[in-house]
């Protein structure tokens, strides 16, 4: 106990023993015959696994140990042995983080900018009006958007104990469980993470927060295929992906490496069908004209091209581009022609999920280094 009293650890700035994490008294057994060690056993407890100071307390408490005692020769043979335990339970395994969750959608573009946010956050709020039980995780760790867009930028999720364990509890907003790293961040200084900082940021949103009963869990994806989907496949069943493109052959060509993405072998993700974002321009003042600014039905030709479903075209309206910027997406009001669009997305979706679900097996979890 004078040994461990010595090592601070720096979760308190406090000592072993005065931060009460030495969980029982040290057993000490005398050696049963000559040459043998002295055998000291520790138990240290920490307030959960993911603690980033564990591995280096058990190095300073083993330390400081081995440094006491060396200063008596005849205990100079010496077994050391730290076992820890968690006040928090430990994080469940992949395949068990969200066991009250029936579909997991990835809303996903090749390319930035078609609108992939707006679908997602619109989609959301569409399937909770329909009656369903969603969630909505914003896995761009680097542009986070949802925070803005369901108009809870100053909101900060706080923390539940649930059967022992610390959990982050989702912002709700429109009927929608929220979570973004926009919540923990500032909204004016750009995140300069490494990619292994991201995926533990990504991974604590899913398995360290209170998502509880989900019909739908929709991630809007950031753009092209990086580290944040290699770390969604292999720690979620994805149910499906949704692909968002405009009819641009430039996006298209982005959408095709996208589809190509969960068709690969290695990840077998079905792809539910493909959105058709700003299929056309309707002015307020025409609203019987049809621009077609970026040409003409050109996912819909991918959608056969790719035998997938297109499951929704989605016009370029001033009013969808205002709602997000103001928080109220459009899929709040069904009086609206942009409004009614994004419910047939959401019918046309449990349609699509229902129909996976029936004739294909559920998805495996993606097993790659």
Not at 77 to 93: A, D, G, N, Q, W
Not at 118 to 124: E, G, H
Not at 182 to 192: D, H, K, Q, Y
Request: proline share 7%; glycine share 8%.
């Amino acid at each position: 106990m004078d040994a461990l009293a010595t090592v601070t650890y720096a979760g308190t700035k406090k000592n072993l023993v005065e931060s009460g994490m030495v969980a029982d008294t040290p057993a000490i057994a005398a050696p049963s015959a000559e040459g043998e060690p002295w055998k000291v056993k520790v138990v240290l407890e920490f307030p959960r696994d993911t603690d980033p100071f564990l591995k280096s307390t058990v190095k300073a408490a083993e330390a400081a140990i081995r440094y006491h005692v060396s200063r008596n020769e005849e205990s100079s043979l010496l077994e050391v042995e730290i076992l820890t335990e968690f006040k928090s339970k430990p994080r469940p395994e992949v395949g068990q983080m969200l066991p009250g969750v029936k579909n997991i959608i990835a809303v996903s573009s090749g390319k930035g900018g078609v609108g992939k946010s707006t679908v997602s956050a619109n989609l959301a709020i569409a399937l909770a009006r329909l009656g369903y039980r969603v969630g909505l995780l914003d896995t761009d760790i680097f542009g986070p958007s949802m925070p803005k867009m369901f108009q809870v930028e100053d909101e900060r999720p706080y923390a539940v104990n649930k059967d022992g364990r610390d959990l982050i509890c989702p912002i709700e907003k429109y009927g929608v469980k929220l979570l973004s790293i926009g919540f923990f961040v500032s909204p004016t200084t750009a995140t300069l993470w490494r990619g292994g900082m991201a995926t533990s940021a990504l991974k604590q949103l899913i398995a360290d927060a209170d998502w509880g009963e989900l019909d739908y869990f929709i991630l809007d994806t950031p753009p092209g295929t990086s580290d944040i989907h290699l770390t969604l496949l292999q720690t979620l069943p994805i149910t499906g992906a949704i692909i968002v493109s405009t009819p641009q052959q430039v996006a298209l060509a982005d959408a095709r490496k996208g589809i190509d993405m969960y068709r690969n072998e290695k990840v077998n993700v079905p792809i539910l069908g493909l959105i058709e974002n700003m299929a056309w321009f309707t002015p307020a003042e025409l609203p019987e004209n049809r621009y077609y600014i970026f040409g003409k039905e050109g996912c819909k030709q991918l959608a056969e091209e790719m035998q997938v479903p297109l499951l929704a075209q989605i016009p370029l309206v001033q009013s969808i581009c205002d709602s997000g910027d103001s928080g109220t997406p459009a899929a709040l009001t069904s009086d609206t022609a942009t409004g009614l669009a994004f419910i047939n997305l959401a019918q046309a979706v449990v349609t699509v999920v229902n129909r996976r679900n029936r004739e294909q097996p559920q998805t495996k979890i993606v097993g790659m280094k």
